[in-house]
T-cell receptor, first 116, second 113 residues
Framework: GAVVSQHPSRVICKSGTSVKIECRSL??????MFWYRQFPKQSLMLMAT?????????EQGVEKDKFLINHASLTLSTLTVTSAHPEDSSFYIC????????????FGPGTRLTVT | GENVEQHPSTLSVQEGDSAVIKCTYS??????FPWYKQELGKRPQLIID?????GEKKDQRIAVTLNKTAKHFSLHITETQPEDSAVYFC????????????FGGGTRLMVKP
């Protein structure tokens, strides 16, 4: 149980285009999902917290107009990187918290974004 | 906000030896401390966690200790094996509506056969 999937696993896009990444909880309901960014050989940096049916809460320094997050259902959250630039190239990982269980988070497999 | 520091950043041990990774946190309100193992290009996997109402937890070769007074917690891996080689992250969070995790900087563990 507690499986989280992400799609796509890898994406290459041209500078200026937008990319959407999906995060799904496959066998549980996730009232809260988190989006992280991880640069090579570095730790996970929280970008935003996404609650179903409400606006995402962004961490300081994360542009909400650039990283659009939608959590439309209890099993799906999406991150759209708008007008992507090479510096947005990174490993993006989502995690989901099981509804009613406040501690544990389960991570998706990540999406490697390369902007050329 | 919470700040988690992790040491060492790299750790090399001989197969069969023990490995210890230490983390400190700043927010005394934190009460949940998970440890994740991340292999190259893969997702972080929860390997063990501890809540603030206990001081130690063990699961086979892995144990975690927590000192709330000093605000530090440690991961202990005994009888290390080559497959233990990975990056390990500690994290801290506290019960609130968000429960967001703050991660340490990571420790690259290399177990030499």
């Amino acid at each position: 149980g507690a499986v989280v999937s992400q799609h796509p696993s890898r994406v290459i896009c041209k500078s200026g285009t937008s990319v959407k990444i999906e995060c799904r909880s496959l066998d549980f309901q996730a009232t809260t999902m988190f989006w992280y960014r991880q640069f090579p050989k570095q730790s996970l940096m929280l970008m935003a917290t996404s609650n179903e049916g409400s606006k995402a809460t962004y961490e300081q320094g994360v542009e909400k107009d650039k990283f659009l997050i939608n959590h439309a259902s209890l099993t799906l959250s999406t991150l759209t990187v708008t007008s992507a630039h090479p510096e947005d190239s990174s490993f993006y990982i989502c995690s989901a918290r099981v509804a009613g269980r406040f501690d544990e988070q389960y991570f998706g497999p990540g999406t490697r974004l390369t902007v050329t | 906000g919470e700040n988690v520091e992790q040491h060492p950043s790299t750790l090399s041990v001989q197969e069969g030896d023990s490995a210890v990774i230490k983390c400190t946190y700043s927010d005394s309100a934190s009460n949940y401390f998970p440890w994740y193992k991340q292999e190259l290009g893969k997702r972080p996997q929860l390997i063990i966690d501890i809540r603030s109402n206990v001081g130690e937890k063990k699961d086979q070769r892995i144990a975690v200790t927590l000192n709330k007074t000093a605000k530090h917690f440690s991961l202990h891996i005994t009888e290390t094996q080559p497959e233990d080689s990975a990056v390990y992250f500690c994290a801290a969070s506290w019960d609130n509506a968000g429960n967001m995790l703050t991660f340490g900087g990571g420790t690259r563990l290399m177990v030499k056969p």
